[in-house]
């Protein structure tokens, strides 16, 4: 038997900045949305005023966690510590896991246009955080397209869906990421994975419905346990939807180091200070 999710819980974008002041609105990881294990954070950035984002993200660490990075429109380009280097543009994806520690920044490629896209990050369980980092740098053409109903476009970053499997692999916590376009009048359910923790966020039209309620532009729902999950569009709209499986482990937090316990934090301070980043 199926059972449809519903909305537990809306969530509306807080514009901030981080980085070199780049612009952006925080959803998950502000007062209204700490978390949603294994979710640490979702950044939407979107501005064409390049003193918005031409600053970018100078070299910065990370420890015990992932970062996801999905570009939409503009150009970004990545390098880190250990001598990797990548252009992001339009449609691409990078699944960085920083495991035991990485230096890395992100900065523009552009001096004027639209700067478009999303930074997620996923928690590591326990036992992966001090794994070695690497990289999984996806190309546009490597994400399949589908049309799970009429009306309906969907690239699948990471799951699977209609028959097509996302680029994305080797993630301890399962994760789905999909970008579903809506026509007007399109309609169609997805089915998850029943204990993952998932969420839907409207990031083009005016409104989308997800799960029977209506759900504006810039407003995130938390979905609650289900197998699946249905979408509908009176105008054209696009979604996120982002599921992954709970770790239910403790979560300690500093800037950009997330671990088990505050002694593992204060060791991850000492270890960059120390350059064994």
């Known amino acids: 038997m199926t059972t ?139 994400i399949p397209v589908v049309h799970p109903a009429e009306g309906v476009t969907v690239r699948v970053v990471a799951g699977e869906l209609a028959g097509a499997k996302g680029p994305v692999s080797g993630i301890s916590t399962e994760p789905v990421y999909l970008d579903i376009a809506l026509d007007a009048g399109a309609h169609f359910d997805l089915a998850l994975p029943e204990g993952h923790s998932a969420f839907a966020y409207v990031f083009d039209g005016e409104s989308a419905t997800v799960a029977g309620e209506s759900l504006a532009r810039s407003e995130l729902a938390v979905l609650s346990k289900g197998d699946s999950v249905s979408f509908a569009a009176t105008q054209p709209a696009r979604v996120l939807l982002v599921a992954g499986r709970p770790l239910a482990e403790p979560v300690a937090r500093y800037g950009p180091f997330v671990m088990n316990t505050p002694a593992q934090i204060h060791e991850a301070i000492a270890d960059f200070r120390a350059g064994k980043f």
Not at 44 to 71: C, K, L, N, W
Not at 88 to 103: E, H, K, N, Y
Request: proline share 7%.
């Open 4 to 142: 449809q999710r519903h909305i537990t819980r809306r969530v509306r974008g807080m514009d901030t900045s981080d980085g070199a002041g780049v612009k952006l609105k925080r959803v998950i990881g502000q007062p209204a949305l700490d978390m949603l294990d294994p979710f640490l954070l979702l950044d939407e950035f979107r501005s064409d005023q390049a003193g918005d984002y031409i600053e970018g993200f100078p070299e910065h660490p990370h420890r015990g966690f992932e970062t996801v990075t999905y570009m939409l429109a503009g150009r970004m380009q990545h390098g880190d510590n250990h001598g990797n280097r990548g252009d992001l543009g339009p449609g691409s994806v990078q699944w960085m896991t920083a495991g035991r520690g990485i230096l890395h920044s992100e900065m523009p490629q552009q001096e004027e246009g639209l700067m478009w896209g999303f930074q997620l990050w996923v928690n590591l369980p326990a036992a992966d955080k001090m794994v070695e980092p690497r990289y999984q740098d996806i190309p546009p053409a490597s």
